[in-house]
């Protein structure tokens, strides 16, 4: 036999014996934390006023980005141990480039404005603390731990597409006002890639933290990992199957009791699908599909105090050029559009209107602002192609304060971020004029 070929056949043989190797401790791995998983604990409902602290209908509009003609999305919010609130989003020339990266800001609810942004997480400084190369970043979510340590998670991509994501984190003591070095999560025990965020995490009752996720590689499907003080992945729960369901939102009821909703991808029909569970996660139903319109885009929602669903979602089969507020009063079998928030349907597109149109909504957005020339011109850019442009007002990400408040923030013609903010006695009001009892 010649050299070569015996070469060759060694060279193979070992390669099969490595990659059987790898295979074999990967799936040895898997059944060992499948035997030796955490015990179950409750859910943490979160703690808000049972009486607001505000009695006012109060309802505002404001940006919390301020930089002009760059790709803005995927905004998020935490509240700060002050009661002020901290927004997070990625930006740079386009979704996916080398020079996105993690921004952020804080909103004073005292005197009613957002500070300077900065940034917080870039691609550079990710891939020097993760000794690995990083090709771009993408969606940023944050949690407060027990402990008042903040703690950011955001997407991290070395080869490929979003399907390639994993999840990085960094941590801060003092309320973002600096940061740890950044470090990687290991959600698979096999190459640890395909594992996106944009639900808000959550806590359970021992303190430890809750993350919804999903997966865009071969299936599309949506997880929940359970994540210890210290940053490690302690479970994972599998909430849906298949290729049609992205970006899960936990809705939790009461210790035991919580709601999934997700993102419907790429199939009719066009609703939201859920799933739910009566024993703290132990235990997921099939999911199915509701009764609400999307037209495959990210929703937000709360449960308010006394068990009504709170919704921001573009509750339209087509399209993102609308986004609304919905309540469901029955457990999310049925829901009502109470407020809507942007409608932009039917709108001409032409270049001329379209310009005139995002001037207006600019300005609507923020009185303020004397000249919306930059906000309709950044718009262009990102939402125009040849003389036909389009609207869109996705990602919505919904908090209630401690203190009874709600703020959302969401991605404004993938040019800036908005905020809305309101407080609850202007929430009951649109509850009353929805004028079904059951929703007051």
């Not at 980005?65 to 609130?85: F, K, P, W, Y």
């Not at 507020?325 to 407020?339: E, H, P, R």
């Not at 609507?364 to 000249?371: E, R």
């Not at 850019?381 to 990400?397: D, V």
Request: glycine share 8%; charged share 20%.
């Amino acid at each position: 036999m010649p050299l070569m070929l015996k070469t060759y056949i060694l060279n193979s043989g070992v390669r099969h014996v490595m990659v059987l190797c790898l295979l074999t401790i990967a799936f040895g791995t898997a059944f060992y934390k499948v035997a030796h998983r955490p015990a179950a604990t409750a859910f943490r409902v979160p703690a808000v006023a049972a009486h607001a602290s505000n009695t006012v209908p109060e309802f505002s509009t404001h940006f919390v980005s301020t930089q002009q003609n760059i790709a803005t999305h995927a905004a998020s919010l935490v509240e700060l141990s002050d009661g002020r609130i901290r927004a997070f989003w990625f930006a740079g020339s386009r979704e996916g480039a080398e020079d996105v990266e993690i921004r952020s800001a804080v909103f004073d609810p005292a005197k009613n404005i957002w500070g300077p942004e900065q940034s917080i997480a870039n691609r550079e400084d990710t891939q020097h603390y993760l000794l690995r190369y990083v090709k771009k970043l993408g969606n940023p979510v944050a949690q407060r731990a027990p402990d008042g340590t903040l703690w950011l998670y955001y997407v991290t991509v070395s080869l490929g597409g979003w399907a390639g994501s994993s999840i990085t984190a960094i941590t801060s003591k003092d309320d973002g006002a600096s940061w740890s070095s950044a470090r990687r999560l290991i959600t698979s025990p096999f190459i640890n890639i395909s594992t996106l965020i944009k639900g808000a995490p959550f806590l359970y009752s021992d303190g430890t933290m809750g993350m919804p996720v999903y997966h865009e590689f071969i299936g599309k499907f949506g997880e929940l990992l359970r994540i210890s003080n210290s940053g490690v992945i302690i479970d994972k729960e599998r909430l849906s199957s298949g290729k049609t369901t992205l970006q899960p939102v936990i809705l939790i009821k009461n210790p035991q009791q919580a709601m999934v909703l997700m993102r419907r991808s790429g199939t009719s029909p066009k609703r939201v699908m859920a799933t739910a569970t009566d024993d703290a996660g132990k235990h997921w139903s099939a999911p199915t599909n509701t009764a609400l319109a999307n037209p495959d885009a990210a929703i937000s929602g709360v449960v308010l105090p006394g068990g009504k669903m709170l919704l921001a979602l573009n509750d339209i089969e087509e399209g993102r050029d609308a986004l609304s507020l919905a309540v469901s009063a029955d457990n999310g079998v049925t829901w009502k559009t109470i407020y809507q928030l942007e409608d932009q349907r039917g709108q001409p597109t032409e270049m001329a209107h379209y310009l005139q149109a995002v001037i207006e909504s600019a300005k609507s957005t923020d009185t303020s602002i004397a000249d919306a020339t930059g906000y309709a011109k950044s718009a262009q850019r990102n939402k125009c192609e040849a003389q036909s442009c389009g609207f869109e007002f996705s990602y919505p990400y919904l908090i209630q304060t401690h203190g009874g408040d709600f703020h959302l923030v969401y991605t404004w013609n993938r040019s800036f971020i908005k905020h809305v903010q309101f407080t609850r006695a202007w929430l009951d009001k649109q509850l009353e004029k929805s004028g079904d009892a059951e929703f007051h």
